[in-house]
């Protein structure tokens, strides 16, 4: 196995390290005061600082940096083809700021959507909704999961797309849509039952549709933590009887849960990268804190057994790494298949391991770190909410063992038969 970064990758590496501190954070504080605020999503804007970054990075050739090589469309979107173990360091460098990815156009779940119509998109879908993403004039969102069923089973769906003559017809109502709330969204990709009767696995369709189709109504945004993640939201909404040119099914009906698999892997990949780089930006900032706060006449490093816990947090941070590089390393040379446990295993892992780090920082910080002086619950809530979402931890524990007794099984067979 090989983990080390190209040298192409190591390239991009120090101007994208060169480029978060020299612009990004320190634009978190402008970012923050130009965000509208409250709970109507309506009033919310796309901070003016936002497209000023954006504009900049791409014109540092800093752009659409985790689309590979071979998703790539026609045309100049700044897509650079890295595998996903060159790609990894460089979401682990976007993950020290929540800013970041929408800068550089690798922010979720627009990521997942771009590979899905990259990959499986017809030349019209990619022209009409594909091209924009990538140039960062739109955004969109992922409608999957359903508010009255464990959605964490996409076979317990109840929401549907089914065809009707040159149509497809939607209705339905998801929730935890992230990203729908932003002022630039335009579209989502809705997964519903094509043909109910259908083996579990090609039961689902995958659909573009338009946030202005008649139907649709986003019914409002859902508070985590008590915050509403402006300016992209995470929202519910209702399908009622939607009708849309069936040219808007992705690859064709029965097709979504494929699709699903495609697209989960990578990106479970680049959030649990993300989630690294949050995990070392918290860890940081707790070295920082526990070496210049002092208290009972010494500082805070030589008290207690908070050495102890920065090198606990320092080796977990490093396993957890070199297991997620893994699981890239695996997809990039095995398939998506070949990393199943692998994926599921960082989707337990790395999360966390990051809320372990952002917790532990809270403590150093003592009351400071609830606030937002600095960007520790921010942090902790981030790392909570990844332990939900692409799956919760139970069911990637099920998943690897489930594998794991296979592979078991397998292995015993052999050694009968030898």
């Not at 590496?13 to 605020?37: C, K």
């Not at 102890?308 to 893994?326: G, P, S, V």
């Not at 794991?404 to 009968?416: F, T, V």
Request: with cysteine; aromatic share 6%.
């Amino acid at each position: 196995m090989e983990f080390s970064p190209s040298d192409h990758c190591r390239a991009i590496s120090a101007r994208l390290l060169r480029f978060m501190q020299e612009e990004i954070l320190p634009a978190e504080a402008t970012h923050a005061a130009q965000l509208a605020g409250g709970d109507d999503w309506r009033l919310w804007r796309q901070p003016p600082v936002m497209e000023e970054l954006k504009a900049k990075a791409r014109a540092a050739g800093l752009w659409n940096l985790f689309l590979p090589s071979e998703s790539s469309s026609e045309g100049d979107h700044g897509d650079i083809g890295l595998s996903n173990v060159d790609y990894a360091p460089l979401a682990e460098i976007m993950g020290h700021s929540f800013i970041a990815p929408e800068v550089f156009n690798c922010n979720a779940p627009d990521t997942g959507n771009m590979e899905v119509l990259a990959r499986y998109g017809s030349p019209e879908q990619k022209q009409q909704w594909l091209a924009p993403l990538l140039n960062g004039e739109i955004r969109s969102a992922f409608c999957m999961t359903e508010p009255q069923v464990a959605s964490s089973d996409a076979t317990n769906m109840q929401a549907t797309a089914v065809v009707d003559g040159d149509d497809v017809v939607l209705n339905g109502r998801k929730w935890w849509s992230t990203g729908i709330g932003h002022p630039n969204c335009r579209f989502v990709i809705f997964m519903g039952l094509s043909n109910p009767e259908a083996e579990p696995h090609r039961r689902h369709a995958m659909v573009i549709c338009p946030l202005d189709a008649p139907g649709v109504k986003i019914e409002r945004m859902l508070p985590v933590f008590n915050t509403y993640d402006e300016p992209f939201g995470h929202g519910e909404v209702s399908f009622t009887d939607v009708r849309l040119p069936a040219t808007h099914i992705i690859l064709g009906p029965g097709r979504g849960f494929e699709i699903a698999q495609g697209r989960l892997g990578p990106g479970r990949i680049h959030h649990c990268m993300r989630a690294l780089g949050a995990a070392e930006r918290a860890l940081a900032l707790l070295c920082t804190r526990a070496a210049d706060r002092q208290a009972f006449g010494q500082p805070l490093i030589r008290l207690g057994g908070n050495a102890d816990l920065i090198a606990d947090l320092r080796m977990t941070i490093e396993q957890a790494r070199l297991l997620t590089l893994k699981a890239a390393w695996t997809i990039d040379t095995q398939g998506p298949k070949a990393a199943l446990s692998l994926v599921s295993q960082i989707k337990v892992v790395v999360p966390a391991v990051a809320q372990r780090a952002a917790d532990a920082a809270i403590q150093i910080h003592g009351a400071a770190g609830l606030s937002n002086d600095f960007p520790l619950a921010a942090l902790y809530t981030y790392a909570r909410v990844l332990r939900l979402a692409d799956g919760p931890d139970e069911v990637h524990r099920a998943v690897v063992a489930k594998l794991e007794i296979r592979q078991q099984s397998e292995a015993q067979q052999l050694g009968a038969r030898a």
